[in-house]
């Protein structure tokens, strides 16, 4: 079955600095992918849309300049949370698209990575 | 704007009882709806799809357009069902995205 992995799985950082978390697609290529923020005992919430070997598009209300995006390749997209702040810290989700036959497509899911900044 | 609604938080039931989570959606094309779960733990994964009717673990769902509901049903729940469900729309435009509702932990009580 399609497998997304995310590394790293959680991690803690300082307030000002930046992270950046991978989001990889193991057995199948992946022209899109979705990074969503969940927040504890929330749902997930869409906060952007990262299509390979193009601009990401961001969900209203999402700073582009903080969440930098980047789907170089069809098997790997990153989120780099830059000059983290401590509201920053949640539970961040890729997922990757994929066809699953029968003309529909589905989003496989990663693990998530938890990040917490003090 | 679509939107999922997931009315209740939590629901609990009795291992051997009926189980139906509520959805309801809003939107204004045609509407492709899931059933994500999420065991503890471990990561979300895709329960079922109204296009396939097809019945996983026991649970079904029936798209309903004339009320706009997908909800989920279960006959017999069992303890291992216990987990949080979540409803999605999918955006069929393009890039596929998924709105979720705000899930419903279920909690099966042996």
């Known amino acids: 079955g399609a497998v997304v992995s995310q590394h790293p799985s959680w991690v803690i950082c300082k307030s000002g600095t930046s992270v950046k978390i991978e989001c990889r697609s193991l057995?199948?290529?992946?022209?899109?992918m979705f990074w969503y923020r969940q927040f504890p005992k929330q749902s997930l919430m869409l906060m952007a849309t990262?299509?390979?070997?193009?601009?990401?598009?961001?969900e209203q209300g999402v700073e582009k300049d903080k969440f930098l995006i980047n789907h170089a390749s069809l098997t790997l997209s990153t989120l780099t949370v830059t000059s983290a702040h401590p509201e920053d810290s949640s539970f961040y989700i890729c997922?990757?698209?994929?066809?699953?036959?029968?003309?529909?497509?589905?989003?496989?899911f990663g693990p998530g990575t938890r990040l917490t900044v003090t | 704007a679509q939107r999922v609604t997931q009315p209740e938080k939590l629901l609990s039931v009795f291992k051997g009882a009926p189980v139906e989570l509520k959805c309801n959606y809003s939107?204004?094309?045609?509407?492709?709806l899931f059933w994500y779960v999420q065991y503890s733990r471990q990561r979300l994964q895709l329960l079922l799809r109204?296009?396939s009717r097809e019945s996983i673990k026991g649970f079904t769902a029936d798209l309903n357009k004339g009320e706009t509901s997908f909800h989920l049903k279960k006959p017999f729940a069992q303890e291992e069902d216990s987990a949080m469900y979540y409803c999605a729309l999918a955006n069929g435009a393009g890039s596929y995205q998924l709105t979720f509702g705000k899930g419903t932990k279920l909690s099966v009580i042996p």
């Open positions: 057995d199948f290529q992946a022209t899109t």
């Open positions: 990262s299509n390979e070997g193009s601009k990401a598009t961001y």
């Open positions: 939107y204004s094309g045609s509407p492709e």
């Open positions: 109204h296009i």
């Open positions: 997922s990757a698209r994929a066809y699953s036959g029968r003309s529909s497509y589905e989003q496989y």
